[in-house]
C-alpha cells in the first residue's frame, strides 16, 4: 500500500502515522524527520535545509525530491510506504508521480487530514516529541503519564524549535499558497480521501482505517 498524509502542519500526520504503520507494516517516511535527523548529526543535507526550516520556509523541490526517491528505493520500502510532509508542491507531487510511471507504479491512497486554521497553532505550540523514540504528544490534549517523560520508553519529551507562534504562522500560510493546491491535484486523479482530523485521536484513525481497509 503506497500512501501519502496530506494536511498542514499540526493536523496530526505524524500521530495518525504512528498507527498506520504498525497496521499495515509499511514504513513511515517523514520528510521532516530525515531533514531534522540529519540537522542532529551535522550533516551538509541537514545545515543546507536548517535555514529554511528555522523561518518555516520548503526546502526547496530538488533538494527534497532526491532524498525522497533514494529513501524510496531502499529495500523495506518494496511492499508500500506511508509518506507523511511529501509531496508539499505541485512540482514535488509531479516527480513523485513520474518516478512512479517509470515502475508502472501509482499512489493507491492520499489522505487528507482536514483541521481549522485556528486549532493549527494551539496544537502545534503544544506539541511535545520524545528524543529517544519519537513518539508525538501535546501537553493539554494529548499529555503523558508523567510531564515530560515518554509513556512508551521513557526518554524525555522536547519541543520542536520551528514550534513557536511566528514560526508556526508562516508554516500555515506557506502551507495554504504551495500545499493545499494538492488537494485538487489528488482530487482529479479520484485518490483524495478526506478526513476530518478535529474529532479525538482514535475517532480519527478508525475513520481512516475505515477507509484503508482490514
Ligand atoms: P503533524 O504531523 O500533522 O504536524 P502531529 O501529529 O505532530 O501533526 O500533531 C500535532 C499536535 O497535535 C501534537 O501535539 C499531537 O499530539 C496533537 N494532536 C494530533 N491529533 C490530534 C487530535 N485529533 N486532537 C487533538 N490533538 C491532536
Ligand atoms: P514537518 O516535520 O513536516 O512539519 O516539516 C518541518 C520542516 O521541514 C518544514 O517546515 C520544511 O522547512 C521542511 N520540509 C519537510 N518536508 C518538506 C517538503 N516535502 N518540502 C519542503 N520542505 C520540507
Redesign the pocket.
Known amino acids: 500500500m503506497k500512501l501519502v498524509l496530506l494536511?498542514?502542519?499540526?493536523?496530526?500526520?505524524?500521530?495518525?502515522?504512528a498507527g498506520i504503520i504498525e497496521r499495515y507494516h509499511i514504513p513511515h517516511i517523514s520528510t521532516g524527520d530525515i531533514f531534522r535527523k540529519n540537522l542532529k548529526e551535522g550533516t551538509a543535507l541537514g545545515l543546507r535545509a536548517k535555514g529554511y526550516m528555522d523561518q518555516g520556509a520548503l526546502v526547496p523541490d530538488a533538494l527534497v525530491v532526491d532524498i525522497v526517491v533514494d529513501r524510496l528505493t531502499e529495500p523495506d520500502a518494496e511492499n508500500g510506504y506511508l509518506l507523511?510532509?511529501f509531496p508539499r508542491t505541485l512540482n514535488q507531487a509531479i516527480a513523485l508521480d513520474e518516478y512512479l510511471a517509470k515502475q508502472g507504479d501509482h499512489l493507491d491512497h492520499v489522505i487528507n487530514?482536514k483541521v481549522d486554521p485556528e486549532v493549527l497553532v494551539e496544537?502545534?505550540v503544544?506539541?511535545?516529541i520524545c528524543k529517544n523514540c519519537g513518539a508525538?504528544?501535546?501537553v493539554d490534549?494529548?499529555p503523558p503519564k508523567v510531564e515530560g517523560v515518554c509513556d512508551k520508553c521513557g526518554g524525555s519529551l522536547y519541543q520542536r524549535e520551528d514550534d513557536n507562534e511566528a514560526t508556526v504562522a508562516n508554516r500555515i500560510q506557506v502551507y495554504m499558497d504551495e500545499t493545499s493546491p494538492l488537494i485538487d491535484y489528488y482530487a482529479k486523479k479520484e485518490i483524495l480521501v478526506e478526513i476530518d482530523?478535529?474529532?479525538?485521536?482514535s475517532e480519527?484513525f478508525q475513520d481512516i482505517i475505515s477507509v484503508l481497509g482490514e
Do not use: L, M, S
Open positions: 494536511g498542514p502542519p499540526g493536523a496530526g500526520k505524524g500521530t495518525q502515522a507523511d510532509g487530514v496544537r502545534a503544544g506539541r511535545r508525538t504528544y501535546h490534549f494529548n482530523g478535529q474529532k479525538e485521536i480519527v
